[in-house]
């Protein structure tokens, strides 16, 4: 089978394509032939910035092909969705039954890896930011996976004003189609009226901005891996907070949450509320072009490799 590897770090051009043998699943893991595999910035940020090159994990979508030992609740031919933290950026990966969850019937494979995994972190974050109907929110990195459907998720949550920051004035029409009021661009001085709650994916430098866009009393929530540090003394001004969010926290630690969250997102998009969008579609053997797409910022909605 196919596989996209690295083995040094650096951008796009490290990884290549090598033919390997299909793994044996082992205790409690599936075989799954990969029919879509989503692309993040967290993965890319990792090649870019490796020491000892890890293997490309994340979202795939496929059908089971074969079962481990122990496996309980999944069958040969099933459709399935979940996070692989092996070598996920190939033909057949592994994935741990605990990570699997049903792709229903009238969503496709690519459709479950652009709204699942992306979905399961804007949801949780929004969660997150505990928001009230009728509040504002600010919604950073806008136009990518995840955020896109935050924006869509804040409005349907019931945001009286949803802003949409973004890194390039040319995804404006992009945010506002999926129900941004206004747009600001990082650059900017100041990003418009104050909002009570910020979602944030990418940190950094931006969490100043972040927080000072921030009514009195409001919340950001980071769920960026981009670290960063933030004064508090901006956070004391204003009586405002910060929250972290992390999915993978929720999906060990509140199985329950997780599950309950993933129905509602299947249940919105099936009725047609939440509609991911995907910026495109690239061949396995092409991961590099994928990768370009996201460092370059340039992405309007999910990227996906196709086996």
């Not at 394509?17 to 890319?44: D, H, Y």
């Not at 481990?68 to 033909?91: E, K, P, Q």
Request: glycine letters at 12%; hydrophobic letters at 45%; proline letters at 5%.
């Amino acid at each position: 089978m196919r596989r996209v590897r690295y083995t040094r770090g650096g951008g796009p051009e490290v990884l290549f394509t090598e033919e390997v043998a299909v793994p044996e699943p082992g205790p409690g893991e599936l075989l799954v032939r990969a029919e879509a595999i989503g692309v993040t910035l967290p993965v890319v940020r990792k090649v870019r910035e490796a020491r000892d090159p890890i293997p490309l994990g994340g979202e795939v979508a496929g059908r089971v092909v074969a079962l481990g030992a122990g496996v309980t609740g999944c069958a040969v031919g099933d459709r399935v969705t979940g996070l692989v933290l092996g070598h996920g950026y190939a033909d057949h990966v592994l994935l741990h039954v605990t990570m699997a969850s049903p792709v229903p019937d009238g969503a496709s494979a690519v459709d479950a890896v652009a709204l699942v995994r992306s979905g399961l972190v804007a949801y949780g974050a929004l969660r997150a930011a505990r928001p009230e109907s009728g509040e504002s929110a600010l919604v950073t990195a806008a136009a990518s996976g995840v955020g896109q459907l935050a924006v869509q998720l804040a409005g349907l949550n019931g945001a009286s004003r949803v802003t949409a920051a973004v890194s390039d004035r040319r995804k404006a029409d992009f945010v506002r189609a999926l129900g941004a009021d206004s747009v600001v661009t990082y650059d900017e001085e100041s990003w418009g009226e104050p909002v009570d709650y910020v979602l944030d994916a990418v940190g950094g430098d931006l969490l100043t901005p972040a927080v000072a866009a921030l009514a009195p009393y409001g919340r950001l929530v980071a769920y960026s891996s981009g670290g960063g540090t933030v004064s508090a003394y901006d956070l004391l001004v204003g009586a405002r907070s910060v929250i972290g969010f992390q999915m993978a926290l929720i999906a060990r630690e509140r199985p329950g949450t997780y599950e309950a969250w993933r129905r509602e997102l299947w249940e919105l998009f099936l009725t047609g509320a939440l509609k991911p969008c995907v910026h495109g579609e690239f061949a396995l053997e092409d991961a590099a072009s994928a990768h370009a797409v996201i460092e370059g910022r340039a992405n309007l909605g999910k990227v996906v490799l196709i086996p």
